[in-house]
């Protein structure tokens, strides 16, 4: 990995982006990365509605730089980690993905949504930043964190998108010294051929992340519900494990006449995962070709 890489963190000074500054520090210790706190300034912002016309944009600014040096100061003080900031202009979600990619991001970390945004839903920003980014996206959405990562949580179903995540779920479990726990949801227990493809994938992906060094359990789930339950289903096996601090899913993407789009699961999985879940743009991973997986 570059040593010019850094974690990015946008923040707007809410509960989320903090804790997403928290979780991004132990992030950055393990990736021997810096992290580049991030405000976009936008003219319908917060900050812009707590002072006057009087007092003009620049007041405005130097306020909020102040109130970022500070929380840069304080977290990188707390966890000895370089923490640069800076402001951007312009449209949120957009230059969030444009300042990534000019400071070579390895990750972006940031809370589903903001202070002006209804809590359990996914923000728009942070929508349009799953939709967009090039780089692996951690959302943060529940309060209560690890300071490091035990275990990551893989569903995988039998398409070919999602097995693409495999790769990035063995680097990230090197680099936090984690099991990764692989998963498949079964609902046609009469279909033999889907019992047998699922079996076959789940023996493949474990053997595949075993012969990588890395501890590696799998299990299907068995369900009397339909697949609709699909993402309760994961998460609630999740929080019945106990020590699952990652979940690895793919922002399905697709390009036509619409740009992209994010696919249903993935919005429901973000919307109400308590646990951080890091989303994967597919073009960011090549297909595993060993062994017929």
């Excluded at 973000?270 to 997986?293: D, H, N, T, Y």
Aim: proline share 2%; glycine share 6%; charged share 25%.
């Amino acid at each position: 990995m570059s040593e010019l890489k850094n974690i990015l963190v946008p923040i707007d000074f809410n509960q989320k982006s903090l804790i997403a500054l928290e979780q991004a520090t132990h992030v950055a210790k393990l990736l021997k990365h810096d992290i580049m706190l991030l405000y976009v300034h936008e003219e319908t912002g917060i900050f812009s509605k707590i002072f006057s016309d009087s007092q003009g944009e620049d007041k405005v600014l130097e306020t909020i730089q102040l109130k970022m040096d500070e929380i840069a100061q304080q977290f990188s003080n707390k966890s000895g980690i370089l923490i640069k900031s800076m402001i951007a202009k312009g449209k949120i979600p957009s230059k969030i993905v444009e300042i990534a990619e000019m400071t070579d991001s390895h990750i972006i970390i940031m809370g589903t949504n903001s202070e002006s945004e209804a809590k359990k839903t996914i923000g728009a920003n942070t929508h349009k930043v799953l939709r967009w980014a090039k780089c692996p996206v951690i959302t943060i959405n529940g309060i209560h964190h690890e300071n490091g990562c035990r275990s990551i949580l893989l569903p995988l179903d039998l398409s070919i998108e999602t097995r693409q995540k495999v790769t990035k779920a063995i680097e990230m479990a090197k680099i936090f010294g984690a099991t990764i726990k692989v998963v498949s949801a079964l609902w046609s227990k009469g279909d033999k051929e889907i019992v047998s493809k699922l079996n076959l994938q789940l023996n493949m992906v474990h053997n595949y992340i075993t012969e990588r060094g890395v501890n590696c359990q799998s299990e299907i789930i068995e369900s009397t519900e339909t697949e609709k339950t699909l993402i309760p289903i994961v998460l609630k096996y999740a929080e019945e494990q106990g020590d699952i601090d990652l979940i690895m899913i793919m922002t399905q993407k697709e390009v036509g006449w619409i740009e992209y789009f994010m696919d249903s699961n993935a919005q429901e999985m973000i919307r109400i995962s308590e646990i951080p879940v890091m989303c994967i743009a597919p073009k960011e991973i090549g297909i595993i070709q060993s062994k017929g997986f």
